[in-house]
């Protein structure tokens, strides 16, 4: 049982390049989540599934794509990344939305030059 | 939307109780209050939730007065490995995106 999963754990891009981030949850979860967290700032919601083929979008959603591909996976895609999404990405999942006990993937670090 | 506030930092001494407060004046009648604590370098894990007075787990306290309009997590004889940031969340059972709001935590230091 891993949790919650995240690819990849680093990457760096140039401004302009493209690239997906993928999560998966093993804990047959209905909510899924992404979130950013710039250096000692908390986290901010991108966005938000409630359940495959649902997307909602959270408090910073400029700038990023999702899909919530099948029960288990949720990607973040950056169609052209620039400096300022240059942050560490979390990927999370719960039973059910708002208050229900999410559970954290081990984080993204993306760097954009 | 139930945004909260917490103090930015907090020193404490090995073996001391620690008690951090979240405010939320304008929490809603179907909001539950909701504990995360998070290491460097990792992801946030859940400690503790409550709706109303106190709850208590292996790990922590919650303590919620009446008005509901704060909230405290209270740590035990706190050691070394209780240094982080602990992040208070407000949120209903159901909700959309739009009521997700971690706020920037409170990161605590244990000192030997």
């Known amino acids: 049982n891993a949790g919650v999963t995240q690819t990849p754990k680093f990457q760096v891009l140039k401004t302009g390049q493209s690239m997906t981030l993928q999560c998966a949850q093993d804990?047959?979860?209905?909510?899924m989540y992404w979130y950013r967290q710039d250096p000692g700032m908390g986290l901010r919601l991108i966005y938000y599934?409630?359940?495959?083929?649902?997307?909602d979008k959270g408090e910073v959603p400029n700038g990023y794509n999702v899909s919530r591909l099948n029960k288990r996976e949720f990607s973040l895609r950056l169609e052209s990344a620039a400096p300022s999404q240059t942050s560490v990405y979390f990927c999370?999942?719960?039973?059910?939305?708002?208050?229900?006990?999410?559970?954290f993937g081990p984080g993204t670090r993306l760097t954009v030059t | 939307l139930a945004k909260t506030t917490q103090p930015i930092s907090m020193d404490s001494y090995e073996g001391q109780e620690v008690n951090i407060t979240c405010s939320h004046n304008n929490i809603a009648t179907n909001d539950y209050i909701t504990w995360y604590q998070q290491f460097p370098s990792q992801g946030p894990r859940f400690i503790i939730q409550g709706y109303k007075t106190k709850v208590t787990n292996e790990v922590a306290s919650l303590f919620i007065p009446a008005d509901r309009k704060s909230s405290t997590l209270s740590l035990p004889r706190v050691s070394l490995s209780d240094t982080a940031v602990y992040y208070c969340l407000v949120a209903p059972d159901q909700t959309g995106a739009n009521n997700l709001f971690f706020g920037t935590g409170t990161r605590l230091t244990v000192i030997p």
């Open positions: 999370a999942s719960s039973v059910t939305g708002g208050s229900g006990e999410q559970y």
């Open positions: 804990m047959n979860h209905n909510s």
């Open positions: 599934s409630a359940s495959e083929g649902t997307t």
